[in-house]
């Protein structure tokens, strides 16, 4: 059985910074791909960055490149998300995700709200 948790959420000004968390237990080592997706009110959940788990390909959605880092921490079985530069409109529930074939998993997600 997998979990993946969320931590880091909050709220932060325009301009600021938040790292997110997304520790993950259980059978990890099935693990292809591990992201981040956000989800604003009123919209579809997107894919915000990416990095797979064995040799760290990334990828990064337009809106956020030169922004946001993605990371893992394979010792640890920890994800992270280095958001810099926030805008209003990163302001969305972030979920974590892990990918092994065609099966997904996903964290409970994690608040960001970006406002002055």
């Known amino acids: 059985q997998v979990q993946l948790v969320e931590s880091g959420g909050g709220l932060v000004q325009p301009g600021g910074s938040l790292t997110l968390s997304c520790a993950a237990s259980g059978t990890t080592l099935l693990f292809y791909a591990m992201g981040w997706y956000r989800q604003a009110p009123e919209k579809e959940r997107e894919l915000v960055a990416s990095?797979?788990?064995?040799?760290?390909?990334?990828y990064y959605a337009d809106s956020v490149k030169g922004r946001f880092t993605i990371s893992l921490d394979n010792a640890e079985n920890t994800m992270y998300l280095q958001m810099n530069a926030l805008k209003p409109e990163d302001t969305a529930d972030y979920y974590c995700n892990a990918r092994a074939g065609s099966t997904n998993w996903w964290g409970q997600g994690t608040q960001v709200a970006v406002s002055a």
């Open positions: 990095i797979t788990v064995s040799g760290g390909k990334e």
